[in-house]
């Protein structure tokens, strides 16, 4: 998605060799024009695979998830990343480390959002090492739901999680992928 790549070579900011801060348009402030093309974007790219929900985690997954949703027309289900006095009991969960923050986090959806009918579209924002493409790949199989697919805002090509999820017949599709931050620049991986 050429919009977005622009966006992220305007806006974004390297830290060091492996981070990319897009908090101008994505993680903090969020662009709603952008949003809204990715989620016509999302929808082009899995529009004939019968998707019933989408699903994505806290927080940063929630804007072009909703737009992605609002085109589909279906309900978006974001994951928790921490429990609260109304999401307690009768959960789908699932631990999930985060390489940007050096934690692990447990996330978890009520079961009532979620089941066997399901054929879910799978959206986040960033897929580095994979590990929250695996946790909520866990929540679906908890639900006994069906994969309908993994949207991905930014690939990080050069990281292992895209490798992990194509190494298991996953069908992923990202809207900019990068082959690598170099010299302070953001290199994007050449499409055939």
Known sequence: ????????????QLLGE??????????????????????????RLFKDNNITKILTVESSGIAPALMAGYEFGVPVVFARKHKSLTLKDHL???TVYS????????IA???????????????DDFLANGQAVKGMLEILDQANA????????????????????????????????????????????EED
């Open 1 to 12: 998605m050429k919009l977005l790549e622009e966006r992220i070579k305007k806006d974004g």
């Open 18 to 43: 492996e981070v990319l801060k897009v908090d101008s348009f994505l993680n903090q402030q969020i662009d709603p024009e952008l949003m809204k093309e990715m989620g016509k974007e999302f929808y």
């Open 92 to 94: 789908y969960s699932a």
């Open 99 to 106: 390489f940007t923050k050096q934690t692990s986090n447990e």
């Open 109 to 123: 959806i009520s079961q009532k959002f979620l089941n066997e009918d399901d054929n879910v579209l799978l959206i």
């Open 146 to 189: 069906s994969l309908g697919g993994v949207g991905i805002v930014i690939e990080k090509s050069f990281q292992k999680g895209r490798q992990l999820l194509d190494d298991e017949g996953i069908h992923v599709e990202s809207l900019a992928r990068i082959a690598s931050f170099e010299n302070g620049q953001v290199n994007f991986v």
